[in-house]
């Protein structure tokens, strides 16, 4: 059950890099028309045009290596990323369960609880007007 847990995991953070580093690429070219953008693709310039859509999500993840504020900059496979924490964004800590069967759970904590070297995931909005802002922060256990 924990391996199938980790499996899990790994899965998912491996579709929100995926997810994250497609938001990194096209936020370097969004500006506030997108659809005027020459390196964004027409699909994704489509849905910003329409209005209904207001943002894409993204997850990022990784090794903090420095706190400067709201801003965490994060480290994975060597290549580090900064991003900015909104101010209502939930912030909480993943808490390995007692027994393997238990789903773990999440405890709130505030951002300032969290330290350099805190291994953590990062749920962020890509907007239309090119911010990439987080939303929620989860702190995971060491052996993450």
Do not use: H
Not at 40 to 68: C, H, M, R, W
Not at 84 to 111: M, V, W
Request: proline share 7%.
């Amino acid at each position: 059950m924990k391996i199938m847990r980790k499996i899990n995991f790994i899965i998912a953070a491996i579709i929100a890099l995926i997810t994250f580093i497609l938001g990194y690429i096209f936020s370097s070219s969004i500006k506030q028309n997108p659809a005027e953008c020459p390196g964004l693709e027409k699909p994704l310039a489509k849905y910003f045009e329409s209005k209904v859509i207001d943002n894409i999500s993204a997850f990022a993840s990784g090794q903090v290596t420095k706190i400067s504020g709201r801003n965490l900059t994060l480290i994975k496979e060597g290549k580090e990323f900064t991003i900015s924490i909104n101010e209502d964004a939930k912030i909480s800590q993943l808490i390995p369960p007692k027994e393997p069967s238990i789903p773990p759970e999440k405890n709130d904590i505030k951002l300032e609880e969290i330290k350099v070297g805190d291994k953590v995931t990062v749920g962020a909005r890509l907007d239309a007007n090119a911010s990439l802002r987080g939303v929620s922060v989860t702190v995971l256990p060491p052996w993450y």
